[in-house]
């Protein structure tokens, strides 16, 4: 591991970033000012939710129509590119004064953070890495947890000294003056993929390079997509509605706050662990596992009397979310190639977009009609054992395909 991570630095250091960065387009930092947003346009749970719906379904649809360019731009040029109009949309956020200007604010940081920025870094480390993907997905995964971990402090302080706007200013200085250097510096070498591999890629099913309209024709993608949906949806929703759920509990934001900790810890030792297993045994082993551990996480804030029941439920549901990431980071590319691995995974990404996209809306609606997010969770985890069963035949065949 210190021999593949010396040789390795720089591009690790970059998808590092790429997800490290991506938190400021993440629901989770976003909802840290959702009250004192609400409360500047007047907008209830409901219209909150609504209007990020909105925002996040249209970046999904601007995802699914770029994201190409992850194929047709060098990296170098493409990053930096995304990490300006990133810093402009933390500004128009800070700047902004209508319904108007805010809903555009959190169309482009959900496009350039939770979008383009984890589109990049995916892409990126499927094409540079091959025999050690999972590993290097793994590694580079660690980029969320860490924002999750480092960030809601100082975001928090900073709303408390400075108010939502002026943070939000300080968030668009860090993406211009931090980020955006950095990734100019460390793509200024390029990188050819490592591994058992020629130059022209690593291919997938058939061996071959699979295209979207092919992928689109294949039975796989479809049976996957609930799949591919539900862990950013309720991944979304928890923290999307934290401020709800204290409200509903009698908890303080402050005792929930370890949630975070224990959320970022499991999914860090479960992407190392994921990562082992997809490059051992392949990442579609993982597929009717990966949800059930969120079914008995968004299970158990219903029943919770106290912030620890909110805190043990963020670290189970940790897991399903480590696996999550390292799993998908290997499975699309070796199912249908890296040729144009870009195309193919804004698809996919537009998908998991979409699913963060309805949640905050779907259960804002239900949150305004007297249905508590604590009871909807009673709903999800069924959901969740439903499509760990589902998961079994649709492996079998993939096995006998291959």
């Known amino acids: 591991m210190l021999r593949f991570l010396a040789e390795n630095r720089r591009w690790l250091a970059t998808g590092l970033l790429l997800a490290f960065g991506s938190s400021f387009g993440q629901t989770w930092f976003i909802s840290l000012f959702a009250g004192e947003i609400r409360a500047e346009y007047g907008l209830s749970d409901g219209d909150w939710g609504l209007i990020y719906t909105v925002a996040t379904l249209s970046s999904a649809a601007l995802l699914l129509g770029r994201g190409g360019w992850a194929d047709t731009v060098p990296l170098s040029r493409l990053a930096p590119m995304i990490a300006g109009a990133f810093a402009g949309a933390a ?44 590993r290097a997905m793994a590694l580079t995964n660690l980029g969320y947890p860490l924002g999750e971990v480092l960030l809601p402090l100082p ?22 003056l931090v980020v955006l250097p950095l990734l100019v510096w460390l793509l200024a070498q390029d990188r050819a993929p490592q591994g058992s591999v020629e130059a022209t890629g690593a291919p997938g099913l058939g061996g071959r390079h699979w295209t979207r309209p092919e992928v689109l024709r294949h039975w796989l993608f479809w049976a996957l997509v609930p799949l591919l949906l539900t862990p950013g949806f309720i991944g979304t929703v928890i923290f999307f509605h ?52 969120m079914a008995l996480g968004i299970w158990l804030i219903g029943p919770a009397e106290t912030p620890l029941g909110w805190i043990v439920a963020l670290g189970i549901i940790g897991v ?83």
Not at 155 to 171: H, K, Q
Not at 245 to 270: C, D, F, I, R
């Open 91 to 134: 500004l128009l956020m800070a700047l902004g004064q209508s319904l108007w200007t805010l809903g555009i604010a959190v169309f482009l940081l959900r496009f350039c953070g939770q979008g383009m920025f984890s589109h990049i870094k995916m892409t990126a480390m499927a094409r540079w890495f091959v025999a050690t993907r999972g």
């Open 155 to 176: 975001a928090v302080l900073l709303l408390a000294a400075l108010g939502w706007r002026a943070s939000w200013g300080v968030v668009a200085a860090v993406l211009l």
């Open 242 to 293: 934290q401020v709800h759920v204290s409200e509903v509990k009698g908890w303080t934001l402050t005792a929930m706050a370890p949630g975070y900790l224990a959320y970022a810890t499991a999914t860090v030792s479960t992407a190392f662990a994921a990562g082992w297993a997809c490059d051992r045994f392949g990442p579609q082993r993982l597929l009717p596992v990966m949800v059930l551990p």
């Open 320 to 402: 399903t979310q480590g696996m999550s990431g390292t799993t998908w980071g290997t499975l699309l590319p070796s199912l249908y190639g890296t040729n144009h691995l870009g195309s193919v995974r804004a698809m996919a990404t537009a998908l998991m977009v979409l699913s963060t996209a309805i949640g905050p809306g779907i259960t804002g609606v239900l949150i305004d009609r007297g249905v508590s997010f604590p009871e909807q969770g009673s709903a999800m985890a069924l959901w969740c054992a439903a499509l760990s069963l589902t998961m079994v035949p649709v492996l079998r065949r993939l096995a006998r395909e291959t």
